[in-house]
């Protein structure tokens, strides 16, 4: 028996008749009201000590957390590089989107159902492979071409390529550089990963390129019955069509 328990049945035997010679019989015919328990002492403030303690134990869960991810996403015998293009794409599109948005003047313009129709298959082994993934994000950059071009009619063909390489170009800089970042806050920009991405970072632009000397009209005339990428010339799809 506690203490606690000693000093209840001690407190209630002087409060109720005794009707026995059994200890326990007080308890037993007290009524609750008639007993005072004593307050349970409620630690409410902590030590320095402690509250170093506290810090480094929610550090350390914090920590087990985030490795936790790391080995979901990017550890071994995990489609690390799979993970990582599809942070490159989203934060690519995501950036494209608001900038065509902005031009469009229409708040509910998406590029993610032509995106997602265009080079692979969701599934496919190779669908977020670097070659996969930059045919995507360029589709998505330049489908808008043909419609500005039509909004800028009094600009040369020169001047309204020149104006709309400047509007997508820092656009595209800002999703992959925040991807990139993204990538670096998990610290999962290594290895493998850090080079499928910048392989595919460096394909993009080389693809932007190509779709600039095309359409500018300086494109290899053999290249010219081969299509540059997929769906190069698709209008953007507006959300409700």
Same mark, same amino acid.
Request: aromatic fraction near 8%.
């Given at each position: 028996m506690s203490t606690q328990n000693i000093s209840l049945s001690n407190a209630s035997s002087n409060l109720a008749p005794k009707t026995s010679n059994n200890k326990n019989s007080a308890i037993g015919d007290t009524k609750p009201a008639e007993v005072e328990a004593k307050p349970t002492d409620?630690?409410?403030?902590?030590?320095?000590?402690?509250?170093?303690? =506290?810090?480094? +134990?929610?550090?350390?869960?914090?920590?087990?957390?985030? @490795?936790?991810?790391? /080995?979901?996403?990017?550890?071994?015998?995990?489609?690390?590089?799979?993970?990582?293009?599809?942070?490159?794409?989203?934060e690519t599109t995501i950036a494209i989107e608001d900038i065509l948005k902005k031009e469009l003047?229409?708040?509910? =313009?998406?590029? +993610?159902?032509?995106?997602?129709?265009?080079?692979?298959? @969701?599934?496919?082994? /190779?669908?977020?492979?670097?070659e996969k993934t930059s045919d995507r994000i360029i589709t998505g950059a330049t489908s808008y071409f043909e419609t500005f071009k039509e909004k800028n009619a009094s600009l040369s063909n020169e001047e309204v390529v020149d104006k709309y390489m400047n509007l997508i170009t820092p656009a595209l800089k800002k999703g992959m550089g925040e991807a990139v970042d993204i990538l670096k806050g998990f610290n999962a920009f290594e290895g493998g990963v850090k080079e499928t991405v910048e392989t595919t970072q460096k394909l993009v632009f080389e693809k932007l390129e190509a779709f600039r000397e095309k359409m500018l009209n300086i494109d290899k005339p053999q290249a010219e019955d081969k299509p540059l990428f997929e769906d190069t010339s698709a209008k953007p799809e507006v959300a409700g069509e």
């Open positions: 409620v630690k409410t403030k902590f030590t320095e000590e402690e509250k170093v303690e =506290f810090t480094k +134990q929610a550090e350390a869960t914090a920590l087990a957390n985030k @490795k936790s991810l790391l /080995d979901t996403m990017f550890g071994k015998n995990t489609k690390a590089d799979s993970n990582a293009m599809r942070i490159l794409a989203q003047g229409d708040d509910s =313009f998406s590029l +993610q159902k032509l995106v997602d129709k265009t080079s692979g298959i @969701k599934g496919q082994e /190779d669908y977020w492979s670097s």
